[in-house]
């Protein structure tokens, strides 16, 4: 897998500077919009309140296992199924 990386990174570091607005449009739109939407959120400049700071903490000391993104994602999509049908 590195190989593979290592290889997008050297053609992209070959791509034409007039090419890269429509080369970064293929690539994002190969993202998740989840992920696509994190890329584009404006950053976050207010200081962190001890609540968030507290909520972090618990969050980083949680022994719970991680979700599978594609449990989340069938979560998700069952949800809308769920809003659309007038359930």
Do not use: Y
């Not at 090419?19 to 939407?37: F, I, N, Q």
């Not at 618990?58 to 296992?65: E, L, S």
Request: proline share 9%; charged share 35%.
């Amino acid at each position: 897998m590195a190989d593979s990386r290592e290889e997008l990174h050297r053609l992209l570091d070959c791509i034409p500077e007039s090419d890269v607005p429509t080369v970064r449009k293929v690539l994002r739109s190969l993202l998740d919009p989840v992920e696509l939407a994190i890329i584009n959120a404006a950053p976050d400049d207010e200081p962190e309140s001890e609540d968030e700071r507290a909520a972090v903490e618990a969050a980083v000391a949680d022994p719970a296992p991680d979700v599978p993104f594609e449990q989340i994602r069938r979560v998700g999509r069952e949800a809308r199924f769920a809003s659309s049908a007038g359930g």
